[in-house]
C-alpha cells in the first residue's frame, strides 16, 4: 500500500484471520496499523495486493457489491467519528443505513423496528438512557460506546478496531474493551482490533501479529508474546540512542 | 549553485519558465512607468489640445504611445534580467526568484530596484491624481451647491412615505425570495464544488470544474448588469431584481457552502462509509449535520446583502424602492430623496442588528 506522495504505508504482509478470533494488530504509531484495517473494508485503496473477506475478494469489487460486503464489517475508531450534531439514537440507527431504504434514510425515518433494535443495542452497551441526547454532550468514554452501539447495529460478522482507547482515560479503557470482548465471546464475532498496549493485547487477545514499518514481524498466540518479544522488536525504535555511537 | 550542472532536461526547462516569468513581470513594470512617466510630461508640459484647453485627462490617455512603451519595457526588461549581476535583481525576479544573497543588507538608495520601486510609487500616485481629476479646490469651495441637498435630507418631505413604505415591502421581500430561492439550489451545487468531495472520479472532477468555473464567471458579473439582462428578458419590475439577486446569491452561496464543505471533520463521514452507506447517505449523514449551522449563518448574511442591493436594483429598473428614488434625483426633489434615503437606512440598519443577533445565535 502506497499512499499519494510515495509513503510506503504497508509492504507485503501476508495474514489469514479466522472466524471467530479476536486479532489483536500491535505496533507503534506509524507503523500500518489503521492502513492494513482500512484496506480490510477499503476506507483505503490497496495500491498492490488482495484481500478475501468470508471467500470474497473484496479488492475487486465495486459499488453496491463492495457496500453489501461492508455492511457486514463494522468499524470502530480511534476518534470515535461520531456525528456530533446529533442525536446518540440517529448515531446508532446511521448503522442500519446499509439496508435502508435510501429514500426514507434521507429525511432519518427508520423502521419501527430499527428503532427498537437501535434502543436494544444502546442498552447494551449502558446508554439506553441516553438517546436523546446529542452525540458531543458525551463523554469520551460514552461517545466510544455509542460507536460501538453503532458497530452492534450493523449487525455485522467482523469488526474491525481501530485503536478504540486509545483516546480514552486509562481508566475507562476496559469499559470500552470489555464491550468489544462481549461481542466476540458471546455473538461469535471475528475482531480485528489494533493496540499499541501490550497489557490490554494480552488480557483480550486470542492471537496477535506485530507490524514495524508496515512489515508483519511477529504472529503468535497473545500470551506468548512478552515484555522482552516487545524490546527484541521494538527496543530500537524505543532507545536510538544507545545506536548512535556504532 | 553547484549543483545547477548536473541539472536534467526538466530542471533546464523550468529555469527558463521562470526566467521568462521573471522578465514578462519586468516588462509590464518598466512599461507602466514609461506610459505614466509619457503621462506625467504631457500633462506638466501645458500643450493645447485641439479646443484650445489643455489638454483633460482622457485625451491624454488616448494619445499615449502604447506600442513604443512596450517594446522599450519589453527591451529594458531583456536587458536587465541579462545583466541582473552588474544592475542587481529586477523586481520581477525578486518576486519569483527572491532576494539574492547579496543583496540582502544593501540600502534601497544603493540598489536600481529600490530607485525603480519609489518612482514607480510617486508616478502611480500622480498619474492617479491626474487621471480620476482629484481637484481639492473644487472640494472645498464649491459646497454651496451641495447645500440644498442636504437641506433637502435634512427636511424629508412627506409627499412620498406612502409610496416609500408600500415600494419597501416590495424591497424587503425582492430581497427574501431571491435569498429563499438561491439556497436550494446553492446546497445543491455546493457538493459538486467542493474539492474534498469530488476526488474519487474522473466525472466528479470534471463537474467540480464545470461548476466552480461557471459560478466564479456568474458572481464576476455584478447583479446591477444581471438586472440589465434578466429586464430585456422578463420586463421592467421586481421580477427581474429578484431573477438578478437570485443568479448572484446562487453563485455566492455555492462558493461559501462549498468552502465549509472543503473543511469538515472526515471521520464521521469515514464511519458512515464503513457502514456500508451508499453516497448520498454518506452526504446525508456524515457531511449535512457539519454544515448546517455555518450555512444558515452564511444565508442570513446573504439576506443582509441582497436587503442592501434590492434597494439599489430598482435604479436599472429591478424594482424596489430604488426605482421611484432615481426619477426624484434626477428632477432634483431632494426632499423626497430625503425621505426615501431615511426609510432605506432604516431598513438596512434593522436587517443588520436583526441577521447579527441570529447568527450571534446559531453559531
Given at each position: 500500500m502506497v499512499y499519494p506522495g510515495g509513503v510506503r504505508a504497508l509492504e507485503g504482509v501476508n495474514l489469514e484471520v479466522q472466524e471467530g478470533e479476536f486479532l489483536a494488530i500491535l505496533g507503534?504509531?506509524?507503523?500500518g496499523k489503521s492502513t492494513l484495517l482500512r484496506c480490510i473494508n477499503r476506507l483505503v485503496d490497496p495500491t498492490e495486493g488482495k484481500a478475501w473477506i468470508f471467500g470474497t475478494e473484496i479488492t475487486a469489487l465495486s459499488g453496491g457489491d463492495l457496500r453489501r460486503l461492508r455492511r457486514q464489517m463494522a468499524m470502530i475508531f480511534q476518534q470515535f467519528n461520531?456525528?456530533?450534531?446529533?442525536s446518540v439514537l440517529t448515531n446508532v440507527l446511521s448503522g442500519a443505513l446499509g439496508r435502508t431504504r435510501l429514500l426514507p434514510s434521507l429525511v432519518v425515518s427508520f423502521p419501527q423496528d430499527e428503532r427498537e433494535r437501535a434502543q436494544a443495542s444502546l442498552d447494551r452497551v449502558g446508554?439506553?438512557?441516553?438517546?436523546?441526547?446529542?452525540?458531543?454532550?458525551?463523554s469520551g468514554g460514552q461517545q466510544q460506546r455509542v460507536a460501538v452501539a453503532r458497530a452492534l447495529m450493523q449487525a455485522p460478522r467482523l469488526i474491525l478496531a481501530d485503536?478504540?482507547?486509545?483516546?480514552?482515560?486509562p481508566a475507562l479503557r476496559h469499559s470500552v474493551m470489555r464491550h468489544i470482548e462481549a461481542l466476540n465471546r458471546e455473538e461469535g464475532l471475528t475482531v480485528i482490533c489494533s493496540l499499541h498496549d501490550i497489557d490490554l493485547v494480552e488480557r483480550y487477545a486470542t492471537r496477535m501479529v506485530a507490524l514495524r514499518d508496515g512489515r508483519l514481524v511477529w504472529e503468535g498466540r497473545a500470551g506468548d508474546f512478552d515484555r522482552d518479544t516487545f524490546r527484541e522488536i521494538y527496543g530500537e525504535d524505543a532507545e536510538p540512542a544507545s545506536n548512535t555511537g556504532f | 549553485m553547484s549543483g545547477l550542472n548536473t541539472s536534467s532536461e526538466s530542471i533546464t526547462w523550468r529555469k527558463a519558465v521562470i526566467r521568462l516569468q521573471a522578465t514578462a513581470i519586468d516588462a509590464a513594470l518598466v512599461t507602466m512607468l514609461l506610459l505614466m512617466g509619457e503621462l506625467l510630461v504631457v500633462a506638466f508640459s501645458g500643450r493645447r489640445g485641439p479646443t484650445g484647453l489643455l489638454f483633460s485627462a482622457e485625451q491624454i490617455l488616448d494619445l499615449l504611445h502604447y506600442a513604443w512603451a512596450s517594446v522599450a519595457g519589453i527591451s529594458l526588461a531583456l536587458i536587465w534580467n541579462l545583466l541582473y549581476r552588474r544592475l542587481g535583481a529586477s523586481p520581477g525576479r525578486v518576486l519569483v526568484i527572491g532576494v539574492p544573497e547579496w543583496e540582502r543588507n544593501l540600502e534601497w538608495t544603493h540598489t536600481l530596484r529600490g530607485w525603480f520601486a519609489v518612482i514607480f510609487i510617486e508616478f502611480t500616485f500622480f498619474a492617479g491624481w491626474l487621471i480620476t481629476e482629484l481637484d481639492l479646490l473644487t472640494l472645498l469651495t464649491k459646497f454651496t451647491k451641495a447645500a440644498d441637498i442636504v437641506r433637502g435630507l435634512m427636511h424629508?418631505?412627506?409627499?412620498v412615505l406612502h409610496e416609500g413604505l408600500v415600494l419597501l415591502v416590495q424591497t424587503i421581500f425582492l430581497a427574501f425570495m431571491a435569498t429563499a430561492f438561491a439556497i436550494p439550489v446553492a446546497f445543491v451545487l455546493a457538493f459538486p464544488s467542493a474539492r474534498n468531495l469530488t476526488r474519487g472520479s474522473a466525472v466528479a472532477r470534471f463537474a467540480y470544474t464545470v461548476s466552480r468555473t461557471l459560478m466564479n464567471f456568474v458572481r464576476a458579473v455584478e447583479p446591477l448588469v444581471w438586472a440589465l439582462i434578466f429586464i430585456s428578458w422578463v420586463g421592467i419590475g421586481p421580477f427581474a431584481g429578484v431573477l438578478a439577486l437570485w443568479v448572484h446569491s446562487v453563485a455566492a452561496l455555492t462558493k461559501l457552502y462549498s468552502e465549509q464543505i472543503e473543511s469538515i471533520d472526515t471521520g464521521p463521514m469515514d464511519a458512515i462509509t464503513a457502514t456500508g452507506a451508499s453516497t448520498l447517505q454518506v452526504l446525508r449523514y456524515g457531511v449535512v449535520p457539519q454544515v448546517i449551522p455555518p450555512f444558515l449563518s452564511f444565508t442570513i448574511y446573504r439576506w443582509d446583502i441582497n436587503v442592501r442591493m434590492s434597494t439599489i436594483i430598482g435604479f436599472v429598473g429591478g424594482g424596489g424602492i430604488g426605482y421611484i428614488l432615481k426619477p426624484r434625483v434626477d428632477l432634483g426633489e431632494w426632499g423626497e430623496v430625503g425621505t426615501l434615503v431615511l426609510l432605506i437606512a432604516a431598513t438596512v440598519w434593522l436587517m443588520d442588528i436583526i441577521s447579527a443577533k441570529i447568527r450571534e445565535r446559531i453559531v
Open positions: 507503534l504509531s506509524g507503523s461520531l456525528v456530533r450534531r446529533q446508554l439506553g438512557d441516553r438517546g436523546g441526547s446529542r452525540a458531543d454532550a458525551l485503536e478504540p482507547v486509545a483516546s480514552l482515560d | 424629508p418631505s412627506g409627499a
